[in-house]
């Protein structure tokens, strides 16, 4: 079983920054991508970023490029996800989720992940 745990969110106002990260855990864990999502309030789950594990490769949403960056410790199987010059369309909810099996094909695609964790709040105010 693989538990991921988001922690780093908060309130910031507009123009701030925080940095989320994702602890995963579990027997033996190994990904082959991982990836932020969130969910703004009434809004559907959105894509956020990916990160390919072993060969760092990176996917981002064309409303974060620029100004999220998306981060690894291998080591420490934990991903990171760096939030600069955040607006207040980014509050929402931030999900990590890791595809252990290497099915994803499309790392957009919320339903191909097969760990979730349970979200950390940014709420970012004017």
């Known amino acids: 079983q693989v538990q991921l745990v988001e922690s780093g969110g908060g309130l910031v106002q507009a123009g701030g920054s925080l940095r989320l990260s994702c602890a995963a855990s579990g027997r033996a864990f190994s990904t082959y991508l991982m990836a932020w999502f969130r969910q703004p309030p009434g809004k559907e789950r959105e894509f956020v970023a990916a990160?390919?594990?072993?060969?760092?490769?990176?996917w981002y949403a064309d409303s974060v490029k620029g100004r999220f960056t998306v981060s690894r410790d291998s080591a420490e199987n934990t991903l990171y996800l760096q939030m600069n010059s955040l607006k207040p369309d980014a509050t929402a909810v931030y999900y990590c989720?890791?595809?252990?099996?290497?099915?994803?094909?499309?790392?957009?695609?919320?339903?191909?992940?097969?760990?979730w964790g349970r979200g950390t709040q940014v709420t970012v105010s004017l």
């Open positions: 989720a890791t595809d252990t099996k290497g099915t994803v094909s499309v790392p957009a695609r919320s339903y191909e992940y097969d760990y």
């Open positions: 990160l390919g594990w072993i060969l760092g490769n990176t």
